[in-house]
């Protein structure tokens, strides 16, 4: 660092002095821009503070001597939430889960039959090279990922993960294959319905690695975790042809995965009662979160607090 934390901390707890601050409304760090450090080793500080609207300020730093240490053209700060969890406008604490839905073109059973893309499949990154030959390369290029040994060790993991990332390097490097889409078909990757378990820990491992893929070249890769009825190739054409980055067909039907507002789950257990009667130590509480995470361990009963 070229400024101790610390003492930059120290320097932010200005803002809690600023005029354009309510009374007994905290402010938090949120955006910084047009950041410069004019001079490292600095010891002691001064702050000074130029409020810019109602929630940014503008930050001069210098030595003790007054000679220039750092600036902050823009920092744009946030209501400092009243209790953990809490949110402007939420009315408390709201938890989100991962909510498999059916895609609604697919519900109804009896609906026409899609017209299947053009693909193509390959099993080896060595079949890569020849799909790259051809005068012109399927829209849609699936790959089935099966485990060589069928068990769910951790060398079976690294191999299936090792070969993923492998067909995704060469795919990446392939200009021929800057139009088309690289589908990696797996099966008990993911746990798509209420009671559902993940079965196969190479294929998570593949989604995990694809999706990390997926955030980096939007549009590349799709993710296809498949059942066993006899309807899943099916329900993969819906999939493939609905856009989406990433699904799971079961019976037939293809989901895919929303966020949506989960209810706390009821404790299969009685929790033993917290021994409010201890000492709770909390680091860093001079600073703004520090006070937060105070009040909320007060509000739970905590008497002594270090």
């Known amino acids: 660092y070229g400024i101790h934390p610390a003492l930059l901390d120290a320097a932010l707890h200005t803002i809690a ?21 004019h001079a490292t080793d600095a010891v ?5 503070l130029a409020p810019e609207g109602n929630d940014t300020v503008a930050l001069t730093v210098a030595d003790s001597l007054g000679q220039p240490v750092a600036t902050v053209g823009s920092l744009v700060l946030r209501k400092r939430p009243e209790s953990l969890g809490a949110s402007p406008g939420s009315g408390g604490d709201v938890l989100y889960g991962l909510d498999w839905v059916e895609l609604e073109d697919t519900a109804d059973r009896d609906t026409a039959p899609r017209e299947e893309p053009a693909t193509a499949q390959v099993r080896e990154r060595e079949h890569l090279a020849e799909l790259a030959a051809r005068e012109q390369v399927p829209a849609t290029v699936t790959v089935p990922c099966t485990p060589e040994t069928g068990d769910t060790t951790a060398e079976t993991v690294r191999a299936v993960t090792h070969r993923a990332l492998a067909l995704v390097q060469d795919w990446l490097a392939e200009e021929s294959f800057a ?7 797996t099966r008990g990757a993911v746990a798509a319905r209420p009671g559902e378990g993940v079965s196969d820990p190479a294929h998570a491992a593949v989604w995990g690695l694809v999706r990390a893929a997926q955030s980096e070249n939007p549009g590349r890769f799709v993710l296809a975790d498949l059942d066993d009825h006899e309807d899943s190739p099916a329900g993969l054409v819906a999939g493939l042809t609905s856009e989406e980055p990433q699904f799971a067909v079961r019976e037939g039907r293809a989901h895919v995965a929303r966020l949506a ?45 270090l």
């Open 17 to 37: 002095l600023g005029p354009m601050l309510k009374a007994g409304e905290g402010r938090l760090p949120f955006s910084w821009t047009e950041v410069s450090l």
């Open 44 to 48: 002691d500080l001064r702050v000074r």
């Open 179 to 185: 139009g088309s889409r690289l589908v990696f078909v």
């Open 261 to 305: 507002v989960a209810k706390p789950a009821e404790p299969a257990v009685e929790v033993p009662a917290w021994d409010t009667a201890g000492t709770v130590l909390v680091t860093g509480a001079t600073g703004t979160i520090g006070g937060v995470i105070a009040r909320h361990l007060v509000a739970r009963g905590a008497r002594h607090l």
